[in-house]
C-alpha cells in the first residue's frame, strides 16, 4: 500500500460526516467527502423547515474537519476494480478505500397521482419545493399529510400549530414504532392542534390529484396541499456499479460494515444493509454507523481485526410542534416500552437531541476518535435475529451485471 492512504468518502450527511471526521485521527490518511451539496443539511429538522421555524442547514466548517477535502459534486458510478469513482461532473476521484454513505430519500409512492401532486420532504430540495407552494396557500386551505411515522406526525404538528387545516392519513397504525400509551398521548396532542388523524388500513391512500386524496374505503379528501411522508428509499448507486445490494437497494455488508463484494469498500447509515438486516432508518443509527465505518478502514491499515457491529437503540424523540414533543423509551433490541415523557419536558429533550447531534459532529471534527456510543453495550435483539435468520435460509442478494 502506498504510504499515504487516501479514503473517500461518498455522501455529507449524519454518517458520513461522522466517518470522515474519525478518519483524521491518521496523519497518513487524506480523506475526500463528496457530497451533492455545499451545505450540511440537519435532516430531523426538515419538517421545521416546511414549517418555516429552521433551515435544517448547518455550515460545513461547523460540523466537518478541516483536514477533509469537500467536494460538491455526485457520485455517478463506482469502479471497484479500478478502485476509483465517476462524477458528474465529468471528473474522477480513486480511493485505496471507500466508504459508501449516500443515505436515503423519498421511496417511490407507487400510487396513482402521487408523483405529480404530491409533496415528499425527504431531502431539503424537496422541502424547499414544499415551502412556497404553503406560503402561497390560504391557511384555511385544507393540508393532507399521507403517512404517520415520525416525519408525518411531526409535519402535521408543525403546520397545524400555524393554525392550519391539517389531515394526517396513517395508512394504518400512528406511530407504528410507539408504545400503546405513547401512541395515546401523540394522539391527544395531535387533537389538541386540530389535527383530524385517519388511521386504519381503510386509510390507505389509492390515488392523489390535483386537490384531492383518495382512500380504500372509496373516501374522497378535499386536498389543496398533499405532503407525502410515507416510506423511504435509497440511492441505486450501489446496483448500478454492480454491487450486492438488498431488495431495497442498500449496500450488503458483513457485520464490520464491509461489502460483501470488495474489503477496500465499507458502508453506514441508511444505505448499508449488514447482513442482509439492516438497522432503522435513523440518525441514531447513522452516527454510530459512521463511526464503526471509520474503525473498520483504520482497524485494517494497521492490520487487525475490525470488530462487529454492536449497535443499541434507546428511544425515539418526536416534536408536537414548538412546545410540546414525545421522547418514547425502548429497549436494546429496539422495540418501544411503555415509559415515555411527554409535554414541554419531552420537547426539550427533542430539542437537546437535535443540537446534540450538530454537536456529536463538531466534536469529533475538533477531536477525531472521541465518539464512543457506537461501543455501547447492546445488541442482543441483533445477535438473536441473526442467528434465527441463518438457521432459516441463506441471504438473498441481487446483483446487478
Known amino acids: 500500500m502506498a504510504e499515504n492512504t487516501e479514503v473517500v468518502v461518498i455522501g455529507g450527511g449524519y454518517a458520513g460526516v461522522m466517518a470522515a471526521n474519525r478518519l483524521t485521527r491518521r496523519d ?20 421545521q423547515l416546511v414549517g418555516g421555524t429552521d433551515a435544517a442547514v448547518v455550515d460545513y466548517r461547523e460540523v466537518l474537519a478541516e483536514g477533509v477535502r ?6 455517478t458510478r463506482i469502479d471497484a476494480a479500478g478502485r476509483g469513482v465517476e462524477l458528474a461532473s465529468g471528473g474522477a ?23 405529480e401532486f404530491a409533496y415528499p420532504i425527504a431531502t431539503l430540495e424537496e422541502a424547499e419545493r414544499l415551502r412556497p407552494v404553503l406560503d402561497s396557500a390560504p391557511t384555511t386551505a385544507a393540508v393532507t399529510v399521507v403517512g404517520a411515522g415520525p416525519t408525518g406526525i411531526e409535519t402535521a ?20 414504532y410507539l408504545h400503546t400509551r405513547g401512541r395515546r398521548s401523540v394522539a391527544g396532542r395531535l387533537a389538541a392542534l386540530g389535527v383530524t388523524v385517519l388511521d386504519g388500513s381503510d386509510t390507505k391512500v389509492t390515488a ?16 389543496a396541499v398533499t405532503i407525502w411522508t410515507a416510506g423511504f428509499g435509497v440511492p441505486d448507486l450501489a446496483a448500478r456499479s454492480g454491487l450486492s445490494t438488498d431488495a431495497l437497494g442498500r449496500l450488503l455488508t458483513d457485520e464490520t460494515l464491509t461489502s460483501v463484494d470488495d474489503d477496500r469498500i465499507v458502508a453506514a447509515g441508511d444505505s448499508a444493509a449488514p447482513s442482509g438486516l439492516p438497522l432503522r432508518m435513523s440518525c441514531q443509527a447513522a452516527m454510530p454507523l459512521g463511526a464503526r465505518a471509520a474503525d473498520t478502514v483504520l482497524s485494517r491499515l494497521t492490520e487487525e ?5 454492536s449497535q443499541s437503540f434507546g428511544a425515539q424523540c418526536i416534536s408536537l410542534g414548538r412546545g410540546t414533543g414525545i421522547f418514547q423509551f425502548g ?31 463538531a466534536d469529533e471534527a475538533h477531536k477525531p476518535g472521541g465518539y464512543s456510543l457506537h461501543r455501547m453495550k ?11 435468520m441463518r438457521a432459516e435460509a441463506p441471504v438473498v442478494v441481487e446483483r446487478v451485471s
Open 70 to 75: 469537500l467536494v460538491v459534486d455526485s457520485v
Open 157 to 176: 404538528a408543525e403546520l397545524a400549530e400555524q393554525g392550519r387545516t391539517v389531515t394526517l392519513v396513517c395508512g394504518g397504525v400512528l406511530g407504528p
Open 305 to 309: 481485526q475490525p470488530e462487529t457491529l
Open 378 to 388: 447492546g445488541g442482543a435483539g441483533r445477535q438473536e435475529a441473526l442467528e434465527a
Open 93 to 115: 476521484a480513486g480511493y485505496d478505500y471507500l466508504v459508501y454513505a449516500v443515505g436515503s430519500g423519498s421511496a417511490d409512492p407507487r400510487v396513482p397521482g402521487a408523483a
Open 208 to 223: 392523489v390529484t390535483r386537490d384531492a386524496v383518495r382512500l380504500a374505503d372509496g373516501r374522497e379528501l378535499p386536498s
Open 28 to 47: 497518513d490518511v487524506t480523506v475526500t467527502l463528496i457530497n451533492p451539496r455545499p451545505n450540511f443539511v440537519h435532516r430531523v429538522r426538515l419538517h
Open 331 to 361: 429497549n436494546r433490541s429496539d422495540v418501544a416500552v411503555w415509559f415515555h415523557i411527554d409535554g414541554r419536558l419531552g420537547a426539550k429533550m427533542k430539542e437537546a437531541v437535535c443540537k446534540g447531534i450538530v454537536k456529536h459532529l
